[in-house]
């Protein structure tokens, strides 16, 4: 036994640059994963989980808050802003943003299912989803990703792991030490740090990046002409993009479908458009309309007025804030469709 | 990463265990890894282990021992069919008669992970007990353990029955050097595997889904980057399973020899997956050409044949996997006839020109058949050899890329060594008592790699080996 501790100790001794390293991270909890926060708009250099972010304030706040109108979706929800939102509900409507980056259904039917386990209402919803990303898979290794283990119900272990992982990655840890210690955003550091100014509402969650909106205000076209690759070619043709939805996805829908039927939802289903005019799957439109109701379901991809314009996009996805206000008009009956859009 | 570091913390609180309850300790870490798989696979696996267990009890003193033998294998090979070769086998045919039944099902219910390693190691003790080489075992949790013993569990080595049993009951007293040669082999596994054989293998599997994108020379770079890739990933296996099977004082057969010094391919599957194929040499080839002796000449070439093609179909349902199997089959058949004229007419080239020949020309083989190994299926075999004389086209894809750099660097220390510690021993031994007296090139050299190790993680590697 002496010689087994004996081993023992030798081999935390060999261990120890590692443990020590492990404890700082643990100390500094640099992407927040670790410790609970109030605020997450510390360290906004550092790319975080939106999808755990969300989580988060909403787990913090939902008692006192008493959320009953949320926004589903991918990135692309984030310009339809809670603010925005606000003005089609009624008043008592308490509005929270509970996007995550790359959104799938399978995210999105786990959220509703938790809010509705935690007996929350759920009033109004409107989604705002990818035609790639929405009925992807689920992507259970990139940690920008990954789902928020307790909404999900997957391994906290698996979660805290895969951010470990990322203290390992030399040029995150440079990037993080030096902009740290100088507070200057050097060009290498773009592959793994952000150098905006954003903000994330305490309450809401809604979600602004000031940097994008001062660059366009300060030269618009030169915010182009940096980001050509970001604008993929088009065909100008009719292009649709392959079949997604499955059996799993169908159940997932019908849950949905039920959860909103039980709380009464007043809910639109937005499928966003892109750049790259390339149309949702129309076998997969015909579900999601059996499903949800055809009155709920607002497909805006393929060629229309909307994406047509370049000016209407940040990139090939992500639409501006004006938008999605007019894609909410439509929605909600103010404006009428798009001359082309159906 | 994380078996690594369950493996880790699993072998000190096995060595604080009071020694008779360390067999079923590690029969439930084994069983708990599987259940990681499939929550019902230490079940199955207990049933198929019980069976082989009484099967090989009742064998010495059965009446009619033939018949019991026959029926634990046919048991043994019906599971395998049934659970991993369905869809390949027994679909086809079913379908032929216009019935919509699929067998392949089975496959969901009982994931198939391991099978082929486990069945061979079932079969293997039931003919060393039924030839009389080996007495059955008395202890189920020991013949358990043989089965499930979970560093080898997924991908070998297809441990012999006579020689994983004979080690118990296992030693009581604690032995350090065990746990320090155990790391460092597992830590020479991850190494291989992290560092070198998933950036080789980045570049490989792009070849066989868009094939198209490659030019002539590109796709011949990656056929002969094939086999190392396949070396790297499955020896990067082996030393951790070995590394982690010694750290609990249990040693694991080796699998591999320095493959790439072979000379011919006779000599090549002596040394490569060496514990597959030395089970295919011992209870397929040797058994054939015993029974088949009155047929003199004949015996031989129908044994190798046999034996090849059942090595190929071992490692999948594919006719890919089956051509794999009759080209070794060829080799070897072609090294066996020729053997005499080949010794002449070599003799002619001078001694490590002609070593060095034989084993470019070994190399080139395996490298050109390894493309039926990693294509999917047949059409996708010939689309890469098509591709080969395919008219120069502007480059879409380029091959050399910083990591896959860095990784061949590694691969040509890794190599040179091997050739050091093969052809120029006593530069090895300079190099090896230069490590071994100087505490603090080791210690540079772990930190080293345990740096590298981690910084190339992504979570989602998986081993070649798995899949069988």
């Given amino acids: 036994m002496r010689s087994l501790l004996g081993y023992i100790k030798r081999t935390l001794v060999f261990l120890a640059p590692f443990l020590v390293y492990l404890v700082v991270y643990i100390a500094i909890d640099p992407f927040m994963v670790i410790f609970k926060y109030d605020d997450f708009n510390r360290r906004s250099h550092i790319p975080k989980n939106r999808d755990y972010v969300s989580s988060e304030v909403y787990m913090r706040n939902r008692e006192k808050e008493k959320y009953n109108s949320f926004i589903f979706g991918s990135s692309t929800a984030l310009f339809v802003r809670p603010s925005m939102w606000m003005t089609y509900l009624p008043d008592a409507a308490k509005v929270f943003s509970f996007d ?28 705002v989803i990818d035609y790639n990303y929405a009925f992807d898979k689920l992507d259970k290794e990139n940690v920008l990703f990954v789902k928020h283990p307790r909404i999900y119900r997957s391994s906290w272990c698996n979660f805290q792991y895969l951010n470990l992982l990322k203290i390992f990655d030399v040029n995150l840890v440079r990037s993080m030490v030096v902009y740290g210690l100088t507070n200057e955003f050097k060009p290498y550091m773009s592959d793994c740090l952000l150098n905006e100014r954003s903000y994330i509402d305490l309450v809401t969650n809604e979600y602004v990046n000031f940097s994008i909106q001062e660059e366009l205000n300060t030269d618009s076209l ?107 008009d439509i929605a909600y009956n103010i404006q009428p469709g798009l001359s082309n859009y159906l | 990463m994380k078996f690594a570091f369950w493996a880790i913390v699993s072998v000190f609180i096995y060595y604080f265990l009071p020694f008779r309850f360390r067999v079923a300790y590690l029969v ?17 696996l207990a049933v198929y282990a019980a069976l082989n267990f009484f099967i090989a009890q009742k064998l010495p003193s059965h009446p009619s021992k033939k018949a019991l033998f026959r029926l634990g294998i046919v048991l043994n090979l019906t599971q395998l069919i049934l659970i991993r070769y369905a869809s390949f086998a027994i679909d086809p045919i079913l379908e032929l008669f216009g019935t919509d039944i699929k067998v392949s099902v089975l496959s969901s219910i009982i994931i198939p992970i391991g099978m082929s390693y486990y069945t061979l190691q079932g079969i293997g003790y039931l003919i060393n007990v039924k030839m009389g080489w080996e007495k059955p075992e008395k ?122 010094l072979s000379e011919n391919m006779t000599i090549f599957w002596r040394r490569f997956h060496i514990s597959l194929s030395s089970w295919f040499n011992d209870y397929v080839f040797k058994q054939t050409s015993f029974r088949l002796r009155r047929l003199k000449g004949k015996a031989t070439v129908i044994a190798v044949f046999l034996t090849w093609i059942l090595f190929g179909i071992w490692h999948g349902a594919g006719w890919n996997f089956m051509v794999l199997g009759v080209l070794q089959a060829l080799a070897i058949y072609y090294e066996f006839r020729t053997k005499n004229f080949r010794v002449k007419l070599f003799s002619l080239i001078p001694g490590y ?61 890794f190599l040179l060594y091997e050739v050091l510690q093969n052809d120029f021993n006593s530069v090895y031994r300079k190099i090896h008592m230069l490590w071994v007296n100087n505490k603090a090139v080791r210690i540079i050299v772990y930190y ?3 740096f590298l190790i981690l910084t190339q993680l992504d979570g989602n590697a998986s081993f070649i080996y798995e899949m069988f």
């Fill in chain 1, 100 to 127: 995550a980056s790359r959104e799938n259904i399978i995210g999105i039917w786990s959220k509703i299912k938790y809010i509705d386990h935690m007996n929350d209402r759920i009033d109004n919803a409107v989604f």
């Fill in chain 1, 222 to 328: 030169r915010y182009y002409e940096i980001r050509q690759d970001r604008f993929p070619e088009r065909s100008g043709k009719e292009c649709e993009y392959r079949q997604q939805i499955t059996n799993d996805h169908i159940e997932m829908l019908k849950e949905i479908k039920s959860i909103f039927v039980k709380h009464g939802t007043d809910y639109k289903f937005i499928i966003s458009p892109n750049y790259q005019q390339l149309s949702f799957n129309k076998d997969d439109l015909e579900i999601l309309r059996s499903i949800l109701g055809a009155d709920h379901v607002f497909d805006f991809t393929g060629i229309n007025s909307i994406s047509d314009e370049k000016s209407n996009f940040y990139d090939a996805l992500h639409f501006k804030p004006y938008v999605g206000k007019q894609l909410l």
């Fill in chain 2, 28 to 44: 439930i870490l084994s069983c708990l890894f599987c259940a990681t798989y499939d929550i019902y696979l230490p079940v199955y």
């Fill in chain 2, 139 to 260: 202890n189920f949790l020991r013949f358990f353990l043989y089965i499930i013993f979970f560093p080898k569990f997924i991908s070998g080595p297809i441990e012999r029955s006579n020689l994983f049993l004979q080690q118990f009951p296992l030693k009581n007293e604690f032995d350090s050097s065990n746990l320090t040669e155990g790391f460092r082999l597992a830590l020479l596994g991850f190494f291989k595997k992290i560092i070198i054989a998933n950036h080789l293998g980045n570049s490989i599997s792009q070849l066989y889904s868009c094939t198209d994108d490659y030019m002539g020379y590109q796709i011949i770079a990656l056929i002969l980057l094939q086999p190392l890739y396949l070396y790297f990933d499955f020896s990067g296996y082996t030393d951790i399973a070995i590394g982690f099977a010694r750290a609990f004082g249990i040693k694991l057969s080796p699998n591999f020899n320095k493959p790439f």
């Fill in chain 2, 353 to 413: 020109s002609r070593q060095l020949a034989g084993r470019l020309f070994t190399y080139c083989f395996y490298a050109l058949s390894l493309t039926f190994f990693f294509a999917p299926d047949l059409p996708s075999v010939w689309r890469v050899f098509s591709e080969i004389s395919s008219p120069l086209e502007i480059q879409k894809i380029s091959l050399l890329n910083k990591s896959l750099f860095f990784s061949m660097v590694l691969v040509v220390i």
């Fill in chain 2, 448 to 450: 080293a790699g345990l």
